[in-house]
C-alpha cells in the first residue's frame, strides 16, 4: 500500500490552482499546529492497516517544503513505527521553489526523503506572473542545484501547458529548459480551468485567451517529443521518466492499489472502498483531538463503477491493459461485459489494434474521456 499525507497551507494561491490548498494565515506556530494534528491522526487511527507493507509516502499540498524538516522527520518516523515500511520506498516531498534551502534539504535528506516533486511549472517570467506563482525561472534552476547538493539523485519536476497565450513552440521550450536541468522525471500537465479558481472567474468574464484544442493537442505532442529526445519515456498520458524512476506512488493509484491518507481532505481507498477526510484545517484539527480521526464521508463502489475506473485509469498509460487481467479481475470478457464498445472505438482509430491488449492510440490519449466515456457508468 501507500501513504498520502496532505500538508494544506501555502504562501500564495495560484490562479489555477483547484486543490484543498490554503494561503498560510499570518500567526505563529501555524504549521507545527497542523503537523501536530496530522501526527496525533495517525497516532489514533484505527489498526484495520496497521502493520502492512507500504512501498511509497507522499506529503502532498499545498507546499509540504513551508513546514519544518524536524515535523517532517516525525511525521515518518510515526509511519515508520506503524506500518512496516519497504527498505528503500519511495518517500516523496513536494516543494516549490524558493521555498526550501540548503540546510534543510539536507534535513529532509536525513529524515528518509528520497524523492522531491518540484513545481517549476513555466521557465518564463511573464508566464509564472500570469499564473499567480510567486517564483521565477532562476528559484527553479536554483532548487534544483540545492537538491542535488543535498544528496537527493529523484528529482521530479513539473510543468503546465495549453496556458494563457501559450503556443506550442513555447510550451516545448518550457519543456527543454525544464529536462536541460536534469530530472528524473517529468510530469507535464495540459492547464484545466475550474470554476472554483481565479482563472474561472476570467473565464467566465470572457477574459482568458486560452489556446483552441488543437494547440493544446500540439504542445502535448511537443512537450512528449522533448521528453523522448532526451531520453524520458511516456509511461503515462502526463508523466515521463528515465529507467527506473517512474512515481512508484502514482502507480498505486493508477492501478487501483490500496492507500491511506492522513491530513485535511486526504482519501484512502481499500479494495474497493473509499473514504475521505474532513478539508478545512480548522475543522480537521478539531476533529482529530475530539474523536481521533476527521472522516467525513465513505463509498463502496458497485461493480459497474470498480470496472469502469480499472479501464479508465490502466488507458491513462502507455501499455493499457491485457484482456485476460480484465477478465482474471472481474470474471467477465470484456466484449462481453461492453459489446460493441472495442470495435467502435477502432473503427473510431480511438484505440489500438493489439493482439490480447486493449492501448489508448496516439490520437486516442489526447481524447482520453472520448475513450473511456463507453466504459464508465
Known amino acids: 500500500m501507500g501513504v498520502y ?29 497542523m503537523a501536530g494534528g496530522i501526527a496525533e491522526e495517525i497516532l489514533r487511527a484505527g489498526g484495520e492497516d496497521r502493520g502492512r507493507e507500504v512501498r511509497s509516502i507522499y506529503f502532498g499540498g499545498g507546499t509540504p517544503s513551508l513546514f519544518p524538516p524536524a515535523a517532517i522527520a516525525r511525521l515518518i518516523e510515526l509511519l ?60 527553479t534552476r536554483r532548487a534544483v ?75 502535448g505532442e511537443a512537450v512528449r517529443a522533448a521528453c523522448e529526445a532526451a531520453g524520458l519515456e511516456p509511461y503515462e498520458i502526463s508523466n515521463f521518466a528515465r529507467p527506473g524512476r517512474r512515481s512508484r506512488h502514482n502507480l498505486l493509484y493508477w492501478h487501483q492499489g490500496d492507500y491511506r491518507g492522513f491530513g485535511p481532505g486526504a482519501h484512502s481507498h481499500f479494495s474497493g472502498r473509499r473514504r475521505w477526510n474532513i478539508a478545512g484545517p480548522g475543522p480537521y484539527l478539531r476533529a482529530v483531538a475530539s474523536l481521533g480521526d476527521a472522516v467525513a464521508g465513505e463509498e463502496a463502489l458497485s461493480e459497474e463503477g470498480r470496472r469502469g475506473e480499472w479501464i479508465y485509469l490502466r488507458l491513462r498509460l502507455r501499455e493499457g491493459f491485457s484482456l485476460k487481467a480484465f477478465h482474471r479481475r472481474f470474471g467477465v470478457p470484456l466484449d462481453v461485459a461492453y459489446p460493441g464498445v472495442r470495435r467502435a472505438l477502432l473503427d473510431q482509430g480511438l484505440i489500438e489494434r493489439l493482439p490480447g491488449r486493449v492501448r489508448a492510440s496516439e490520437r486516442g490519449r489526447w481524447l482520453l474521456h472520448r475513450v473511456a466515456e463507453p466504459f464508465l457508468p
Open 5 to 33: 499525507l496532505h500538508m494544506p497551507y501555502c504562501p500564495y494561491k495560484c490562479h489555477y490552482c483547484d486543490f484543498n490548498a490554503y494561503r498560510l494565515p499570518p500567526r505563529p506556530g501555524v504549521l507545527e499546529e
Open 80 to 139: 515508520r513505527d506503524r506500518y512496516r515500511v519497504r527498505p528503500g520506498a519511495e518517500v516523496t516531498l513536494e516543494c516549490n521553489p524558493g521555498t526550501v534551502d540548503l540546510p534543510a534539504l539536507q534535513a529532509l535528506r536525513r529524515s528518509g526523503v528520497n524523492r522531491i516533486s518540484l513545481g517549476a511549472q513555466s521557465f518564463s517570467r511573464e508566464t509564472l506572473d500570469r499564473l499567480g506563482r510567486g517564483h521565477g525561472p532562476d528559484d
Open 145 to 219: 542545484e540545492l537538491a542535488r547538493q543535498a544528496g537527493f539523485e529523484n528529482l521530479s519536476l513539473d510543468v503546465i501547458y495549453g496556458l494563457p497565450g501559450q503556443t506550442p513552440l513555447q510550451a516545448r521550450r518550457d519543456a527543454e529548459q525544464a529536462l536541460a536541468l536534469g530530472p528524473e522525471h517529468l510530469s507535464a500537465y495540459a492547464l484545466e480551468v475550474e470554476d472554483g479558481t481565479y482563472f474561472g472567474v476570467l473565464r467566465r468574464r470572457g477574459e482568458l485567451p486560452l489556446p483552441s484544442d488543437d494547440d493544446v493537442v500540439a504542445a
